[in-house]
């Protein structure tokens, strides 16, 4: 069809990270983890090969420091070299991992591979048998931190496809990358699709003219990144686009896997709760996420290259075990995790149990310690008070100290914080909520 072409939007490759990995996995799966960010890249450029894309867009952290490594420098450019020979350029602007202010680039550049200025906007047109098809415009990060609303020069006439390249935290509590609201962008005239970039968490913003989409990181590299990540497939015909489709691209998915001990279930012992933990862990099936705009497309292929997950284990529940899993020591907890990781029945894929969090609770009948003991109405009004009443929650968190820090953006932790959410607070009441009744039975000796 006349005035038809394909793009893929690209966000925070992080070129020179490798994913996180505790315990002692096999040298093959330590290697899969040092080189998972550059197989995504590498997916990547395949896909677009293979849908036949115009062009690439990449919209900021293409790598993981400024300094660029190597590795991800070379890899990079060979890249955009081959898919210059195959017709499809790359247009990049950096972000505040990887930003632009002098000369960092280690070997020559491709002339398919465009790098966007850090020191005034700038345009592309593309090219399309002769025809200008889509307008890019852009701005690089000069410095870490960026607050000049660079987009609000963002300006271009109606004729084309325009599409907007902007590296942004939007309204995120850190005002350091290009902080602006929803409106803010969709005021600026003429821009057809906002490509964005920073938030590592895929989102489409406005799935309406002009398109705002954010598709994340490509490959997580720790358990503040879970899920599939990926990269947009958007196909246009001249102002409209027609279809836009997410393309799983991670190999290895970090997740969260909660196991609730149902009461049917006797947990006695260790080999108990291996098993039960081997059973829920070898049902475990590979999730495709779908999200798509228009009609959904077929002529994507099913992800073969899925190589396995690393899992955050979340036991709860009530068990007998309680009181022996409370006191299990540090080396007991890692011996534990070996035999969890030794056991695991993995077929088409690994599973890596990567950590575990035990939240169970002694078997106990709370309603009979209640008529027993007038305390234990005392203390489910005060645990009530402050799961519910939010004056209460802040005055709590408040004495906790500010070593509590909630950090929403993996950009920018706080390493000397403790990160923390509402599921934490509930973590923490639940857990003293835990400790007060275990101490009260003890002392007064409630059997
Ligand atoms: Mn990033």
């Not at 072409?5 to 096999?26: E, M, T, W, Y």
């Not at 799935?207 to 990540?229: L, N, S, Y």
């Not at 007998?320 to 890692?334: A, L, P, R, S």
Request: with cysteine; proline share 2%.
């Amino acid at each position: 069809m006349s005035g038809t072409f394909r793009f893929i939007h690209v966000a925070d490759l992080h070129l020179g990270s490798f994913l996180n990995i505790n315990g002692k996995p096999q040298e093959k799966l330590q290697e899969l983890c040092k080189g998972a960010v550059y197989d995504g890249f590498e997916r990547i450029c395949l896909r677009a090969i293979s849908l036949k894309v115009d062009f690439i867009l990449i919209c900021g952290d293409v790598y993981d420091s400024h300094l660029r490594s190597v590795r991800g420098n070379k890899i990079f450019i060979d890249q955009c070299a081959h898919l210059g020979q195959k017709n499809i350029s790359v247009y990049v602007i950096y972000g505040n991992h990887d930003v632009m202010n002098g000369d960092e680039e280690l070997f020559a550049l491709p002339p398919s591979l465009h790098i966007i200025s850090s020191e005034k906007t700038e345009v592309f047109e593309v090219y399309k048998e002769d025809k200008v098809i889509a307008k890019i415009i852009g701005k690089s990060y000069k410095h870490r931190s960026e607050k000049e609303k660079s987009y609000e020069n963002y300006l271009l006439d109606n004729d084309v496809f325009n599409i907007a390249m902007l590296h942004t935290a939007l309204e995120g509590d850190n005002k350091n990358y290009i902080p602006c609201t929803l409106n803010e962008l969709k005021a600026v005239p003429n821009i057809d699709y906002w490509a964005l970039g920073h938030i590592h968490k895929q989102s489409i913003i406005n799935d309406t003219k002009p398109i705002i989409a954010f598709p994340g990181i490509p490959q997580g590299r720790d358990m503040g990144e879970q899920g599939v990540g990926g990269v947009y497939f958007v196909e246009v015909n001249k102002k409209e686009v027609v279809h836009m489709e997410f393309l799983p691209i991670s190999t290895v998915v970090y997740k969260k896997v909660e196991i609730t001990i149902e009461d049917d279930k006797k947990i006695q012992n260790y080999s108990d709760l291996l098993l039960v933990i081997n059973d829920e862990l070898s049902s475990l099936s590979y999730e495709f996420p779908e999200i798509s705009i228009g009609v959904k497309s077929s002529n994507v292929e099913l992800l073969d290259d899925f190589r396995g997950y690393i899992i955050r284990l979340v036991i709860r529940g009530k068990t007998d075990m309680h009181n022996k899993i409370t006191n299990m020591t540090e080396d007991d907890y890692k011996q534990f995790l070996e035999n969890i990781n030794e056991e695991i029945s993995s077929q088409k894929y690994f599973i890596w149990v990567d950590s575990i969090i035990f939240r169970t609770s002694m078997v106990q009948n709370f309603e009979e310690l209640k008529l027993q003991n007038s305390i234990f109405n005392d203390l489910e009004e005060v645990i009530g008070l402050y799961t519910t009443d939010s004056e209460f929650k802040n005055e709590l968190v408040k004495n906790w100290g500010s070593i509590w820090k909630k950090q929403i953006f993996t950009e920018n932790i706080e390493a000397d914080k403790f990160d923390f959410d509402e599921e934490t607070i509930s973590d923490i009441i639940s857990q003293a909520r835990e400790l007060l009744i275990e101490k009260l039975t003890e002392v007064l000796e409630i059997m």
